[in-house]
């Protein structure tokens, strides 16, 4: 998994320089697609490594991008944009948990999750499919 961060984070790096919009989009869209997709996946070994792996990549190429507007956005104060940066991932990962845990509390199975972290981005990234932010 680590390789696929690694791959996935220097893929969105390239995407990022390319267009910082364009690469916002193609990752969000791309991670989104993945999630749906897995549960499908899940039903073998193979499948589920293969998609588990292009889940990880597709998760850390998102970062540069965001990382990047940051920085733009904040150029006075870097260091404590960025840790506010870093505190939205982590209340993306307790928000993910909590979904997670409350689909597998209404009896929906493990194969749901992915299909609700799929729907939660598509409700939150909305807004960047028509251009705004």
């Given amino acids: 998994m680590g390789s696929c961060f690694t791959v996935g984070?220097?893929?969105?790096?390239?995407?990022?320089?390319?267009s910082l919009d364009g690469a916002t989009k193609i990752c969000l869209a791309s991670l989104a697609v993945i999630m749906?997709?897995?549960?499908?996946?899940?039903?073998?070994?193979?499948?589920?490594?293969?998609?588990?792996?292009?889940?990880?990549?597709?998760?850390?190429a998102?970062?540069?991008?965001?990382q990047m507007r940051v920085m733009q956005a904040a150029s006075e104060a870097p260091g404590l944009a960025s840790s506010i940066n870093v505190g939205a991932?982590?209340?993306?990962?307790?928000?993910?948990?909590?979904?997670?845990?409350?689909?597998?509390?209404?009896?929906?199975g493990y194969a749901a999750i992915p299909i609700a972290g799929a729907v939660c981005r598509c409700r939150s990234g909305s807004g960047l499919a028509d251009g705004s932010r």
Avoid at 9 to 18: Q, R, T, V, Y
């Fill in 62 to 66: 998102i970062v540069p991008s965001v």
């Fill in 9 to 18: 984070n220097g893929l969105g790096g390239k995407l990022a320089d390319w």
């Fill in 36 to 60: 749906a997709v897995l549960p499908l996946l899940l039903t073998s070994h193979i499948g589920a490594a293969v998609g588990l792996l292009m889940w990880g990549a597709a998760t850390f």
């Fill in 89 to 108: 991932f982590n209340l993306g990962n307790a928000v993910g948990a909590a979904v997670g845990g409350g689909v597998i509390s209404l009896g929906l």
